[in-house]
């Protein structure tokens, strides 16, 4: 009843759209009828003038009152005019009414009229004035007017009602088909509904989908930051509790210790995500190694009612790869991705998803694999495209952005994604992004060179059993690092008097956040400024503690990457004969051969920072061989070259596979040569260059 009310509304303001067009043109056809008029009845009566005017000046220069009105008459009738004539002494002759006359019952008319000077040679002889009254629309003007109006709105009235009843035949009918089909839940079976409805009822489902998914996700995101904000206090009880309970093996209490500060730790990363990040880049140099292991026990737990394998194959020479791209967006991607391979892996199968990081050349490839269904082959030429999903049912589908959206953005980082599948068994995605240099907040090595102790700072005592790990490998006959261990700020701050007097040689290890303790790893860092500090911690993500590592000049080292960071001394520094700096892993693995084979002591960096970092162990007649095209945006190897030439380093050799890339040898580099171990004899090797002074010729 209201959809018909609306056409009803809609016929009639078209029909008074009609009627106020149909007079606007009626009043310019009487404008334009009226000026024709007007012209010719001027026309008209400068003709009549011009031929009575003689015989009425006669009639007037002699005063023949008579005769004048006698000739006035005639004119009247003949010529269907009246005409009025004043004499220059105001005497005005009478108006004699012709024939033509209208009546007052007439149509409506208008009079046009004249007036002209009766002259007889140059000689005034009064005025006379010609009038004629005539009618501007005849009674068929009208007949047609109403024909032009009724027309329209007789076929205004027919067609909204053929139309009306179209729309309710292939519109309104069949919408009302599909809300009682969504009513009756047989949402899937729309036969006899129209192709156009069916596509928009399925487009505005998938809108729908979104909607929730995203209303689903902004409330999960709140509830998270609230069970963060909420669930440290009964962290800092229990953690207390288990202080005071006696255990039969310590294990067991570093163990619960461990997950206590593990969860206290995930609930800091649920603040900082809320945190706001204005003028802040979005795009940044970050560990993928950490993205994945993060990534990777969030989706573990997702997959405890599966027999589904989650693996991270990871190495140590991966741990320390870094990239530049926007944290959020690579964490949905990589969640979006791995939620695919789970979604494939049928449920009676065994599954199995390996995440592979690799470094090849300059570039740094992540690589998804699981051997779930595949993708059809019909369908891999449309993965991609945007609203393009290759599930086969549409309420799996959802809005076909995954695939698309980790393109176009990894694209937009100047990067590449590749998708290769066999349909029935197995599934593998390529993601390559360009390598980006260390940032300056993050250490890639332990440097134990210049020290005589350790000291750890940390309450969770799991990780002491790392760092003795760790420094254990690196005490020798010649060297021992004593560790020492503090569970507490207030324990540390006691002992750090007898630690003041000769701090220039301790590594003080400080964990960042503490239970029960108002101040944090790195305000104690600040407090003291002891020479030599690191801040190891799980916050590694904090924008604002970077910020405040690189302005105190410390490194923060991740804690997950702790066991994987390698720890360097001097006793091992001191030992190398040959220096290396490059960042290819094969040239890495061509030096270390060569230096197996020749029993050479070989030192390799694969970072100019960390050569830097222990560059006083060297003396200064060391080979340093150094690559040209280094993944540095700030330094090539000539950059570095001058720096070292600067801090007295005489021994420096260039190695590149491309000669033509430098135009003039400094003088302070010995030579150019390939990137081929030295003395192998083969052209461009040591002995190849050992004697040249320049470029060969």
């Known amino acids: 009843m209201k959809l018909k009310s609306i056409f009803l509304c809609l016929i009639l303001f078209m029909t008074l759209c009609q009627i106020a067009f149909v007079s606007a043109a009626t009043a310019l056809f009487v404008i334009a009828k009226r000026h024709n008029l007007e012209t010719a009845t001027q026309a008209e009566f400068d003709t009549i003038f011009n031929l009575y005017s003689g015989e009425l000046a006669a009639d007037a220069l002699l005063n023949h009152d008579e005769m004048m009105r006698a000739r006035l008459s005639e004119i009247e009738k003949r010529e269907g005019v009246e005409i009025r004539y004043d004499r220059n002494d105001s005497r005005i002759l009478p108006l004699i009414s012709s024939s033509s006359a209208l009546s007052s019952a007439s149509l409506p008319a208008t009079t046009f009229e004249r007036v002209y000077d009766l002259k007889l040679s140059g000689m005034s002889l009064g005025k006379l004035r010609l009038s004629r009254r005539l009618r501007l629309l005849e009674r068929n003007d009208y007949l047609l007017m ?22 309710i035949r292939k519109i309104i009918s069949p919408i009302e088909q599909v809300v009682a089909l969504g009513s009756t839940g047989e949402m899937d079976s729309m036969e006899g509904v129209p192709l156009e409805i069916e596509q928009i009822v399925k487009s505005f489902e998938r809108l729908w989908s979104a909607m929730k998914k995203q209303t689903r996700e902004a409330a999960i995101a709140e509830i998270a930051a609230q069970f963060a904000h909420d669930i440290r206090s009964p962290l800092a009880v229990f953690e207390e509790l288990i202080k005071d309970i006696p255990f039969e093996r310590p294990e067991q209490k570093n163990l619960l210790m461990h997950a206590s500060k593990r969860i206290n730790e995930i609930a800091v990363k649920l603040l900082a995500r809320q945190r706001p990040t204005l003028n802040q880049p979005a795009q940044r140099a970050e560990s993928l190694f950490l993205v994945i292991k993060d990534m990777v026990h969030e989706k573990e737990l997702q997959c405890m009612n599966r027999n589904i394998k989650i693996e991270f194959a990871n190495s140590r020479a991966t741990a320390h790869l ?18 695919n391979s789970i979604e494939a892996i049928p449920t009676t199968r065994d599954g199995s998803i390996i995440i592979s990081l690799r470094e090849v050349g300059r570039m740094v490839e992540l690589e998804i694999r699981d051997n779930g269904q595949g993708i059809n082959p019909d369908k891999m030429k449309y993965l991609g495209q945007k609203g393009y999903s290759s599930k086969e049912s549409e309420s799996d589908s959802g809005t076909g952005l995954g695939l698309y959206h980790a393109i176009s953005t990894v694209k937009s980082w100047g990067g590449e994604v590749h998708v290769t599948s066999e349909h029935g068994a197995w599934t593998r995605i390529l993601l390559a992004l360009e390598k980006a240099a260390t940032p300056n907040w993050f250490c890639s090595a332990v440097d134990l060179s210049q020290i005589d102790q350790v000291v750890l700072i940390d309450d969770e005592e799991s990780n002491l059993a790392i760092w003795h790990a760790k420094i254990a490998q690196q005490n020798s006959s010649q060297k021992h690092f004593p560790l020492m261990y503090h569970s507490t700020i207030k324990e540390f701050l006691e002992a750090y008097a007898g630690y003041r007097q000769y701090s220039d040689r301790i590594l003080f290890v400080f964990d960042n956040n503490f239970f029960h303790e108002n101040i944090c790893g790195i305000e104690m860092i600040e407090r003291l400024r002891p020479p030599r500090a690191l801040l190891s911690t799980f916050g590694f993500y904090d924008l604002e503690l970077r910020r405040k590592c690189e302005t105190l000049g410390i490194k923060m080292l991740p804690k997950p990457l702790v066991e994987l960071t390698p720890v360097v001394s001097a006793t091992a520094m001191n030992s190398a004969s040959v220096v290396l700096l490059d960042d290819d892993r094969l040239v890495h693995q061509m030096w270390q051969y060569w230096a197996q084979e020749t029993s050479v002591k070989l030192s390799i960096f694969d970072n100019v920072d960390k050569l830097f970092l222990r560059l006083r162990d060297f003396p200064n007649e060391i080979p340093l061989y150094v690559d040209f095209h280094l993944n540095d945006n700030k330094r090539n190897g000539l950059m570095v070259a001058s720096e070292l030439a600067k801090r007295g380093y005489e021994n420096i050799h260039i190695c590149t596979g491309d000669e033509c890339a430098i135009n003039e040898r400094p003088t302070y580099i010995k030579s150019v040569r390939n990137k081929s171990p030295p003395d192998t004899g083969a052209p461009g090797s040591q002995d190849h260059f050992r004697h040249e002074t320049g470029f060969p010729d």
């Open 146 to 167: 109403i024909f032009f109006v009724s027309i329209p709105v007789c076929l205004l009235i027919f067609g909204g009602r053929i139309i009306y009843k179209w729309a």
């Open 322 to 339: 870094f990239a530049i791209f926007d944290l959020g967006d690579i964490q949905r991607i990589l969640s979006n991705l791995i939620n």
